[in-house]
């Protein structure tokens, strides 16, 4: 098996995140939509089925929280975010200095993430995990999956894409990383990344397996 990346250990896949977020189970609505907008032109509101435009594909991926767990082999299934930009892009008409997206959740959280890195092969708009559609833990109906970057960018409930012109510092604030790579231990704007791994691991709920690993 590959190595983790720098300063990570392997964990069960939790529900995770900031603690005014992670305990909300937003109601899904029955006939879900996504609302695409910021610097557009035509900003539109979609179905999910119009949205992903096709049945999509399985992909195996690991998820890595900044707190310093990694949940392995995820099978999720969606459409990469590549493509369903790609028709995005003629039909909502973002503007050319679009450089960054944001992504939020019916619970209200929100991420950003650099244009180029969402358009990478393996970031996906999944909707189904293990070959079921996604429960309310893991996200439903729809979230993003982006593998190399940290937890924080892979937004559960997806019910909004914006396209922006500028960085937006969304849910995590000064905590989270502009790029958040993993390889690159980006965990956090400031300090650099190793400094942060005991601090975030403090964060990990009590009673998770390896907790008190390396
Ligand atoms: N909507 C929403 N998405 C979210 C979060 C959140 O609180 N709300 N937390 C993020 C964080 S910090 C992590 S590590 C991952 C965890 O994904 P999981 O709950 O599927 O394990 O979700 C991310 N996406
Ligand atoms: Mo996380």
Redesign the pocket.
Known sequence: MPALPPGQWPAA??????PE??RVRPEVPARPVVTVTGVVRRPVQLELAELLGGPGREQISD?H??TTWS?LSLRWGGVPFREVHEVLRRRVEPHPKCRWVVFA?L?G?R?CLALDDALAADVLLADSLAGQPLDA???APL?LVAPAHY??K????VCAIEYVTSYDGGSAGWKAHRRGRVELEERSALLRGRIWRPLFRRFVPVGTSAATGD
């Open positions: 896949r939790q529900r995770f995140g900031l977020f992670h998820l929280c900044v949940a959740g619970d959280f991420s833990d893991a996200g979230r937890g924080y892979s937004v559960r409930h």
